[in-house]
């Protein structure tokens, strides 16, 4: 089955860095685009950023510049370099991907940016 399992959510200051993960399994995973979202206390689902299999990468203008989404697949995962992080980026972030027409999502990873 599909599974996704996120890592690398910690607490960092404002301006820091961090590297967060999407192990995936159970599909193919060079054939499909992934995304990374993110739901901050309070607020809605947020999309963050998404790859496609063809290597197109599109961004949310609240991180553009500031993050970077990247993919190794021979190790079927998917990353989210974050860079400049403010404190409005602290959430708890997911990784999702469709598979024939199916919804999935990891757990999620949680992130925490102090001033």
């Known amino acids: 089955q599909v599974q996704l399992v996120e890592s690398g959510g910690d607490t960092v200051q404002a301006g820091g860095s961090l590297r967060l993960s999407c192990a995936a399994s159970?599909?193919?995973?060079?054939?499909?685009?992934l995304t990374w979202y993110r739901e901050a206390p309070g607020k809605g689902r947020e999309w963050v950023a998404h790859?496609?299999?063809?290597?197109?990468?599109s961004y949310a203008d609240s991180v553009k510049g500031r993050f970077s989404i990247s993919r190794e697949d021979a190790k079927n995962t998917m990353y989210l370099q974050m860079d400049a992080v403010k404190v409005e980026d602290s959430a708890v972030y997911y990784c999702?991907?469709?598979?024939?027409?199916?919804?999935?999502w990891g757990q999620g990873t949680q992130v925490t940016v102090s001033a």
């Open positions: 790859i496609g299999n063809n290597g197109y990468i």
């Open positions: 159970g599909f193919a995973f060079s054939d499909y685009a």
């Open positions: 999702y991907v469709l598979v024939r027409g199916d919804s999935y």
